[in-house]
């Protein structure tokens, strides 16, 4: 048997991966989506949260933030129950890698929005405003949809990278591909294969991915001319 039985059990991991790549996508969106707000239209107090928010994570390797939001939450549920007198909870491994991933990858994501909500000329802007849109009408119509033209590029680039970093979350005891294929790998001698197997599945969803991400940039490209140099 070519997966010595493992089949199904791979199948399972895969659609963990994809679940948490997909929740951790959302998470990191709407926080790219705060922090660039934060650092081009919040006050002081926000601006410098922003700022140290996305230099912390920028600069801390992924690992090392994984591992320490990981246990310094679950030390503070342990403190807190002990205070109570309550049994001692523990976090759920795939609740914690949605949130760890979407925390450490909001962070990139802020300063790709942020870059193309500079992009968006102002002169749009003022035009919608001239027409009296509201501030809402104004980033749902103009400035939302010709900042996602600018962002889809480092969306992309995010989105994959955010993809093969699933990968991580296997230290915390998630039974993602990774896992799952170590698991087999040490149980049947064949490690080579499975860790195999799971490159191939990863490269054949980063391929899905970029072909998804390819219509969205034809999508909100619709109505530009692209240069030629």
């Known amino acids: 048997m070519f997966l010595h039985g493992y ?25 790219g989506l705060i922090g660039a707000s934060a650092k081009l239209f919040g006050n002081f ?15 801390v390797p992924d690992l090392v933030l994984m591992l320490l939001i990981f246990f310094s939450i679950q030390m503070g549920l ?14 759920d491994p795939f609740v914690a890698g949605v949130l760890t991933i979407g925390f450490i990858y909001g962070a990139y994501f802020a300063e790709t929005f942020r870059g193309a909500f500079l992009a968006v000329p102002k002169g749009q802007l003022e035009a919608g405003k001239a ?22 590029p480092g969306i992309g680039n995010n989105w994959l990278v955010l993809l093969k970093a699933t990968a991580l979350v296997s230290i915390i005891g998630l039974s993602d591909l990774v896992l799952v294929t170590q698991t087999a790998g040490r149980a049947t001698s064949s490690m080579f294969l499975f ?3 799971a490159g191939l599945i ?5 391929t899905i991915s970029s072909v998804i991400l390819w219509w969205l940039e034809k ?5 530009f001319r692209e240069a030629h140099f």
């Open 45 to 59: 107090l926000f601006k410098g949260v922003a700022q140290a928010y996305t230099t912390l994570v920028r600069s």
């Open 219 to 223: 999508k909100y490209c619709v109505g």
């Open 195 to 197: 860790i195999a197997v």
């Open 202 to 206: 990863y490269l054949m969803l980063n």
């Open 78 to 91: 342990n403190n807190i129950t002990d205070a109570l007198g309550l049994p001692m909870l523990e976090i």
């Open 131 to 152: 027409f009296g849109m509201s501030n809402r009408q104004v980033f749902s119509r103009i400035l939302f949809p010709q900042m996602m033209r600018f962002a889809l």
């Open 7 to 31: 089949g199904g059990q791979i199948l399972d991991g895969t659609w963990e991966t994809i679940k948490l790549a997909l929740l951790s996508l959302v998470v990191a969106f709407l926080l």
